[in-house]
């Protein structure tokens, strides 16, 4: 649905907002400024030339609640389509970083009025992505006020007054508004639509961080194994291993690519190559496949598990990469030695927001202790920063449409979580895809990267979806290039159908795969 350009009915000036307020709030500062003719430029993003648009600024306060938070809108001067976008954060950032940055230009360029938002989580105007500064008040006490900013209360106070702003400015406010994240953003995504699922008409969910206070444990359950076995092995013998598998596993689909396209059909033994020899170049010497390393292995695959040996959460497909930076199998090694290296987010959480208290030694955890850590992450946190109440009616009787893809090569968040949450709310409302889809994409990794194909095409099907009321029923996934500029295309196919190889044609043509 194509609207004609709006220009605004009044000046880019500070006293054009003013009558702005929110409720339970207070407006401590506010600012515009007119941008003209710009070009911008932010990672993962190309650059963005001739922008015109005003920006807002505000900063505002809960009274009572010390919290000092900021919000960004960017309106469109000269090609305002009367919409609305939002854009999510990552990581421990509600936004307001480069990232959304890049998001904004490209929905300023499309006619977009955006905006991002900081929680309140900055030092010195700068996005906090780790919470050290501020997740304790003290040892022992946990900035609960934070953490609701961070989880839900932020998300809706954004929301109302860049709507307002887009009102104050244009004369009307936005004739549909969209949600666009993924990772922490997509945990957005779905924060919104659980709790405020009247303030968006479409909102793109990806690769959502939902039940954050469960995975963020269980995603340290490898480095609680090494630290039990006090073996931390090499990343070459832990990449033999998901290699091993791949090998196994890649051509059951038909189509030999390095992608284990249904990770529910591989059911690779990784204790089969045990003794295996390991060409690694940062070891002493010749090294074979230990039994710890199959041991950390069989923990990311197969996900934490209790003293009583019964499953706490979900294990990565063995595709996935599981060592590097984000790795949960990543170890440090220097001259021939290795020692632990937790996931940042999951070391982060566990340490001040279970522990609460930075400096524990979580090396010398038990089983008892960990098993502690997960059932008080999710007693105290579920409410708060969960993000899985499956009850999404509210936001089907308010007309709102949700897409969520998710790469089944997802190195941090297991796809297996974001399928348990729509089977759940299936179960509440067998109508779920009515107005909420889910799309898998074999060989992504988490949000971008891996093999598999990227939905860049996936916003607009949302946008169609709400605007003319065509749901997709696929998505168009495409690879990044290889060395010689090759590209495989495929299409996502809608939960619960899997992507199959039709067993004839070029198999880097989505024609010649099916949903089945």
């Given at each position: ?5 709006t220009?605004?009915l009044?000046?880019?000036i ?9 409720f ?6 506010l ?10 430029a932010?990672p993962y993003?190309?650059?963005y ?6 920006n ?6 809960h009274?009572g609640q010390?919290d ?5 809108v ?5 090609t305002?389509t009367?919409?609305m ?7 421990y950032?509600?936004g ?10 490209l ?7 955006a905006?991002?938002?900081?929680a309140?989580?900055t030092?010195?105007k700068?996005?906090?992505?780790q919470p050290?500064?501020w ?10 006020y934070?953490?609701?900013?961070l989880?839900?209360v932020?998300?809706s ?16 406010p936005?004739?549909?508004s969209?949600w666009n994240?993924c ?7 779905l924060?919104?639509a659980?709790q405020?699922?009247d303030?968006?008409d ?5 690769s959502?961080?939902?039940?954050w206070n469960?995975?963020a444990?269980g995603d340290y359950?490898?480095?609680f194994?090494?630290?039990?076995l006090k ?5 070459c013998?832990?990449e033999a ?8 596993c ?7 690519d390095?992608?284990?396209t249904d990770p529910e059909?591989?059911h ?7 003794g ?7 070891a ?6 230990s039994d710890?390393?199959?041991?950390v292995?069989?923990a ?10 019964e499953s ?5 497909n063995k595709?996935?990469?599981?060592t590097?930076?984000?790795?949960l ?5 220097t001259n021939g ?6 996931p940042?987010l999951?070391?982060t959480?566990?340490?001040y927001?279970?522990?609460?208290d930075p400096?524990?030694d979580?090396?010398t955890m038990?089983q008892t ?8 992450s999710?007693q ?12 999404l ?11 969520t893809?998710?790469?089944l090569?997802d190195?941090?968040?297991?796809p ?8 759940a709310?299936?179960?509440?409302d067998q109508s779920?895809q009515?107005?909420?889809r889910l799309?898998?994409s074999?060989?992504l990794?988490?949000?971008v990267g ?9 916003f607009d ?12 029923d696929?998505l168009l996934g ?6 010689e ?7 996502l196919c809608l939960y619960?159908?899997?992507q199959v190889?039709?067993?004839s ?10 949903c089945e």
């Open positions: 649905m194509n609207f004609p350009l220009s605004p009044f000046s880019c500070s006293s054009t907002f003013s009558n702005v307020t929110l339970g709030a207070s407006i401590i500062e600012g515009a400024t007119q941008l003209t003719n710009v070009s911008l932010y993003y190309p650059t030339s001739g922008l015109n648009f005003c807002v600024s505000v900063t505002y306060t009274p010390n000092t938070l900021r919000v960004q960017w309106l469109p001067s000269t305002y009367e919409r976008q939002g854009i999510g954060g990552g990581s950032g509600a307001l970083n480069d990232v959304a940055f890049g998001g904004m230009a929905a300023v360029s499309e006619g977009y009025a905006v991002t938002l900081d309140g989580l030092s010195q700068t996005v906090d992505l050290e500064d997740a304790l008040l003290s040892p022992g006490n946990v900035d609960l934070a953490l609701q900013n989880a839900s932020s998300l106070d954004a929301t109302l007054l860049a709507k307002d702003f887009v009102e104050s400015y244009y004369g009307e936005p004739k549909f969209y994240g990772s922490q953003g997509g945990r957005q995504g924060m919104l659980q405020y699922p303030l968006y479409g909102i793109l969910a990806a959502p961080a939902i039940s469960k995975w444990v359950y490898p480095t194994v090494m630290d039990q073996q931390y092995p090499y990343a013998e832990v291993i998901r290699t091993a598998a791949i090998d196994a890649d051509g059951l689909d038909g189509v030999v390095g992608i284990i059909a591989c690779f033994d990784p204790s089969t190559v045990v295996g020899p390991v060409n690694c170049s940062d002493a010497g010749p090294l074979t496949i710890a390393a199959v041991k292995v069989q990311v695959w197969g996900g934490a598990r209790d003293a009583r040996n706490l959460w979900f294990g990565l595709d996935a990469a599981i590097g930076s984000s790795g199998a990543e170890t440090s090694c030695m290795c020692s632990r290296s937790p940042p999951c070391n959480w566990l340490q927001f279970l522990a609460k400096s524990i979580l090396s038990t202790y960990y098993d502690d850590l997960f059932r008080i999710v105290q946190y579920t409410s708060i920063y969960g993000t899985d109440d499956p009850d009616r509210p936001f089907r009787d308010s007309g709102g449409k949700m897409i893809y998710h790469g090569s190195v941090l968040i297991p297996t979580n974001t399928q348990h949450y729509y089977d709310a299936t179960a509440v779920v009515d107005y909420y799309f898998f074999p060989g990794g988490h949000c891996g093999l598999g194909g990227y939905p860049a095409g996936a099907a949302l946008q169609t979806w709400v605007e003319n009321g065509t749901a997709p696929t495409t690879s990044a290039a290889d060395s500029g090759n590209i495989n295309e495929r299409p619960p159908k899997k190889y039709t067993g044609g070029n198999t880097s043509v989505a024609e010649n795969f099916a």
